[in-house]
C-alpha cells in the first residue's frame, strides 16, 4: 500500500466516524419527533385550612341570674295579731302574702324597698291560725320568695271560779242568781229561808277573752221576799279585772234588796 493510500484511508474512516455523530444530533432534534421530556418531579402540597384570625379580640360574659333569698319569720304574737320580719340577700320590694289554710287571698306591703323589714298583721277578730309568705323583687329585676311560716295571734282565756258565797237574807226569803259572759248559775234560792245561806263552790266555763279585754262582769240577781210585801229583785254588775297571765283572788260584799252576798272569787288568765 503506497503512502497516498493509506492516507486516503485514514482520512475517510475520520468522516464516517463524524458523519455517525452529527446523524445522532439531528436526530434527537427532528421536529417531526418532539423531543421527550425528561422525568419531572411536582412536590405534593398539602393545603391547611385555618381559622381566620382577627386582630381584635372580643370579651364574652355569661349572665348568671341569682334568686334574692328571703327569710321571714314571726317576732310577736299580741293579742290582737302578729308581728312579721323579713331579711333579704339584697334590698327588695316586699309584700307579706296571707290567708287562712294557704298564704294566698291577702297582701300587705312592707316598708322599703330594704334588706328587712317588719309589719304588723291585725288578727283582732280571728283565733284562727294565718298562712304567711313574704315575696321581693329587687331593682334589678331579681325575685325570691320566702318559706311558708303559719301563726295566730296570742289568745288569752278566762276561768272564773266563786270558792265562797254567803248570803245574809233576814227576814223573809231569798236567793241570788250569778251570770258570767254567756253562762247562768244560781246557787242558791230564791225562796230560801234565812238569816243565812252558803253554797258550794262552782266555776264557769272557760272563755276566750277578746283582744285587750282586761276585765269582766259578774252579774248578780238578788231575791228577796217579805210577806205581805211582794218580791223583790236586782241585778247588781261586780266588775271583775283579770290579771294579764296566773290567777287572782278577789272578795266582794254585794248588798242589794234587803240581802247581802259575801264573795270569794278567784280568777285565772292562760294565754297562749
Do not use: C
Amino acid at each position: 500500500m503506497s503512502r497516498r493510500l493509506l492516507v486516503v484511508l485514514i482520512t475517510l474512516g475520520v468522516l464516517a466516524a463524524g458523519g455517525g455523530v452529527a446523524g445522532g444530533l439531528l436526530l434527537a432534534r427532528d421536529p417531526g419527533q418532539p423531543a421527550a421530556a425528561g422525568p419531572t418531579t411536582i412536590p405534593e402540597t398539602t393545603a391547611t385550612s385555618e381559622p381566620a384570625s382577627s386582630s381584635s379580640t372580643g370579651s364574652s360574659t355569661t349572665s348568671t341570674t341569682t334568686a334574692v333569698s328571703i327569710q321571714a319569720r314571726v317576732v310577736q304574737r299580741l293579742e290582737d295579731g302578729v308581728v312579721v320580719r323579713y331579711d333579704a340577700s339584697v334590698a327588695i320590694a316586699a309584700v307579706l302574702n296571707w290567708g287562712f289554710g294557704g298564704p294566698g287571698g291577702h297582701q300587705l306591703q312592707f316598708p322599703g324597698p330594704a334588706t328587712s323589714g317588719t309589719l304588723k298583721l291585725a288578727m283582732a277578730r280571728t283565733t284562727k291560725a294565718v298562712s304567711m309568705r313574704v315575696t321581693g323583687q329587687a331593682a334589678d329585676g331579681r325575685t325570691g320568695t320566702s318559706a311558708t311560716v303559719s301563726a295566730r295571734r296570742l289568745i288569752r282565756q278566762v276561768v272564773l271560779e266563786v270558792r265562797v258565797l254567803t248570803l245574809d237574807i233576814g227576814p223573809g226569803t231569798g236567793g241570788i242568781a250569778t251570770g258570767f259572759r254567756g253562762t247562768t248559775f244560781t246557787p242558791l234560792g230564791p225562796g230560801l229561808s234565812g238569816p243565812t245561806a252558803s253554797s258550794e263552790p262552782f266555776g264557769f266555763p272557760t272563755k276566750v277573752l277578746d283582744a285587750g279585754e282586761r276585765s269582766g262582769i259578774l252579774a248578780l240577781r238578788f231575791f228577796h221576799t217579805v210577806p205581805p210585801n211582794p218580791p223583790r229583785t236586782r241585778v247588781v254588775n261586780l266588775t271583775v279585772p283579770f290579771p294579764r297571765s296566773g290567777q287572782a283572788g278577789l272578795s266582794r260584799d254585794v248588798t242589794a234588796v234587803g240581802v247581802t252576798a259575801h264573795l270569794q272569787l278567784r280568777v285565772t288568765v292562760t294565754a297562749s
